[in-house]
Structure formats: structure tokens, C-alpha cells
């Protein structure tokens, strides 16, 4: 059974930058992809990105596009969100997750496992 650990959210100002981490323990996550999704105080949760088994592949929310990028260390068994240029509206719990199934997703339904979740905010 996958366990997975959120680390390096924080608080920062308006513009600036933070590198979350995603390790995973029990199993190794190198044969899934996985994904990053955010919840917003009052609102569902959504999706942030997405990056394939390899990291050949990557998805992201038109919202955060050219912002963060995913990325994943299968030798640590570890996927990152490096966010830039933060916005107030970044604002947020961001977990990630494991998508047992053959391709990359953006629909929460495609997920089975999950962090806890990292509190991420931005000050404007």
C-alpha cells in the first residue's frame, strides 16, 4: 500500500516561488502516473497538473500554465511542483495523488491514492 507525504508548502509573498514535494513510501510509483490538485477554502477541488509514468508527459490547468511545472524522481520515488510567479489566488491545500490507470489524468475520479496535503499561501 502507497503512502504519500506532502512536503514544502508555506507562506510567501505575491510573485514568489515554492518547490513541493510528493514522496511516496511503501511501493515504488515509477509504473503510475500522478497528479497535483489544489483546494481553495470554499471551493471543490481542482486540478494542477499531471505528468505521465517517465515524465515524457505533462498537463496542466490553463491556470497555472507557464507557472509550475511537474516533474518526478523515480529513483526517489518522488514527484515536485515547482511553482513560480505566485498569485494570491494559488492560494491553497495542494495534494498529490496516484492514477493507477494506462494514461495520464486530469479527472479527480481517476485517482486512487492520496496525500495529505500541503498548505500553500500567497500574500499579496
Known amino acids: 500500500q502507497v ?43 481542482e486540478f494542477v497538473a499531471s505528468i505521465s509514468k517517465t515524465g515524457s508527459l505533462t498537463y496542466y490547468a490553463d491556470s497555472v500554465k507557464g507557472r509550475f511545472t511537474i516533474s518526478r524522481d523515480n529513483a526517489k520515488n518522488t514527484v515536485y511542483l515547482q511553482m ?20 495520464p489524468s486530469k479527472d479527480q475520479t481517476s485517482y486512487d491514492k492520496w496525500g495529505q496535503g500541503t498548505q500553500v499561501t500567497v500574500s499579496s
Do not use: H
Request: charged share 15%; net charge positive; glycine share 12%.
Open 84 to 103: 513560480n510567479s505566485l498569485k494570491p489566488a494559488d492560494t491553497a491545500v495542494y495534494y498529490c495523488a496516484v492514477n493507477p490507470y494506462d494514461m
Open 3 to 45: 503512502q504519500l507525504a506532502e512536503s514544502g508548502g508555506g507562506l510567501v509573498q505575491a510573485g514568489g516561488s515554492l518547490r513541493l514535494s510528493c514522496a511516496a513510501s511503501g511501493r515504488t510509483i515509477s509504473s503510475n502516473n500522478m497528479g497535483w490538485f489544489r483546494q481553495a477554502p470554499g471551493k471543490e477541488r
